[in-house]
């Protein structure tokens, strides 16, 4: 069954004010980011939340669609307002559209939301510089990932943010196992393919793979890109683990890109720890020439 996408509004003369909203949420209620008919999705509820507010459907952008249970500290979306609808959100009030925006989707989430509510936060609201684009606009994204492997540090009221895994993990296979598959590659065997997407590609620029143990034992995983095809990161983490445990050799997770093929060796590591931490960005000036390049880059590969 096919997602139906909201109807663009009719600015009139073309013109729109593109406003940008940063965001957090707890992913666990949600099947991931994306509108699912019949599901708890963080795009849905965005969306219908904008809906109540504005009083006509509302499309929107995301710099990175996340998975099922995943979450976000730094999401990025952005949406396109008509002028008119854009100064009507402070009303009578003395706060500027940006507040009035931030201060009314606040509530609105609540009442949809319900029983969640408090999992979806909007930080902030405001127009977007010239050229920006929530998606093609973006440098990179970074993900963190924590692993407790040893029962010690196994802490019940962290339980939901960490994988406890009952195998010992050597950091340092761990860092030589990952080293090899960063830079420009075909992550085609870490990534599962998103259906009805000719234009898809599994080529990606992998700028950090690292594992560093903390002061509480914890192993916190950085995983940084350019972008992300569907469930690369858990993908590159549930590998990785097998060689740091000792099941795989340290030259497998070479082999396995050299392979260019998903197969059942392809293990995801669970999705409840895993967090979209941060989404860069260039300098204004430079937004328009990144959304291009974006663009351009998608339509050669």
Sequence with gaps: MSVKEPTAPDFGDGGFFRIRLELAYDGAPFSGWAVQPGRLTVQGTLEQALAMLLRRPVRTTVAGRTDAGVHARGQVVHIDLAESEWLALARRSRQSP?????????????RVLAEHSGAIVVHSAELAAEGFDARFSALWRRYSYRIADRPADWDPTRRQLVWWHKNSLDLELL???????????DFRSFCKPRANDAKATTVRQLQKFSFLRGYDGVITVTVQADAFCHNMVRALIGSAVQVGAAEQPIDWLAERLALKSRDAKSLLAPAHPLILEEVAYPEDS???????????RRDRL
């Design 98 to 110: 940006a507040e009035a925006l931030l201060r009314r989707l606040r509530g609105t989430l609540s």
């Design 286 to 296: 430079e937004l328009l020439g990144r959304a291009e390049l974006t663009r351009a």
């Design 175 to 185: 860092n030589q196992a990952a080293l090899p598959l960063l830079g420009l590659q």
